[in-house]
């Protein structure tokens, strides 16, 4: 309603300041008493003053929303980080992050980043680009959960063309719970699928 009438009084402040420089060039007298003139300076002055007060209002209620809208947003951020706080502190004390239709995926993207995989190998998925080790991406394509897993623990028994042995740490099979080595592998198996 504000807006409109902010329209309303500026639009008929522009018309009239127009209609009053336009018979003032069209007779010389104009304006012909001194009534006249303190009637279009008050009226001049109603108009602007109406203007201005809707103009005033209308910022207030947009600078009232735009405060709300980044409050919201300002509560999302803080939700969002409470609760990733919540999922690394449930990692770190080893318990499941996974609900129900989400898959160890998820947790095999974290392991893959926290075991440090990625600065090493190449994965599309995962973002990463390193040369260290084998591409990821084409090496794994189309392999079995067991020869990914063979060589995630066992890394000497099967060395992709090009790399010479003992690149990769020898001991993720001990250094990786059951848990964390089952959802790199079923996470490495769906990410190179």
């Known amino acids: 309603m504000e807006q409109t009438l902010f329209y309303v009084f500026g639009i008929t402040l522009v018309v009239c300041a127009l209609a009053v420089t336009a018979v003032g060039l069209r007779?010389?007298?104009f304006p012909g008493?001194?009534?006249?003139?303190?009637?279009?300076?008050v009226g001049f002055a109603a108009l602007v003053g109406a203007t201005a007060t809707f103009a005033w209002i209308n910022a207030e209620d947009?600078?009232?929303e735009h405060a709300a809208e980044h409050a919201e947003e300002r509560a999302a951020a803080q939700e969002?980080?409470?609760?990733?706080?919540?999922?690394?502190?449930?990692?770190?004390?080893?318990?499941t992050t996974t609900t129900g239709g989400e898959t160890a995926a998820a947790?095999?993207?974290?392991?893959?980043?926290?075991a440090g995989c990625s600065g090493c190998h190449t994965l599309a998925d995962a973002g990463s680009t390193a040369t260290t080790g084998p591409d990821l991406d084409g090496a794994l394509q189309?392999?079995?959960?067991?020869?990914?897993e063979e060589s995630i623990v066992d890394p000497n028994k099967d060395i992709a063309k090009g790399y010479p042995p003992d690149v990769?740490?020898?001991d993720f099979g001990e250094r990786l719970s059951p848990e964390d080595l089952d959802a790199l592998v079923k996470y490495l198996k769906q990410a190179t699928s």
Do not use: N, Y
């Open 33 to 41: 008493s001194r009534g006249l003139l303190v009637g279009i300076v």
């Open 62 to 64: 947009e600078q009232s």
């Open 27 to 29: 007779f010389e007298g």
């Open 80 to 95: 969002e980080e409470t609760a990733t706080e919540e999922e690394e502190t449930a990692a770190a004390e080893g318990e």
């Open 168 to 170: 990769m740490p020898q």
């Open 107 to 114: 947790d095999g993207a974290a392991v893959f980043d926290s």
């Open 142 to 148: 189309g392999q079995s959960t067991k020869f990914i």
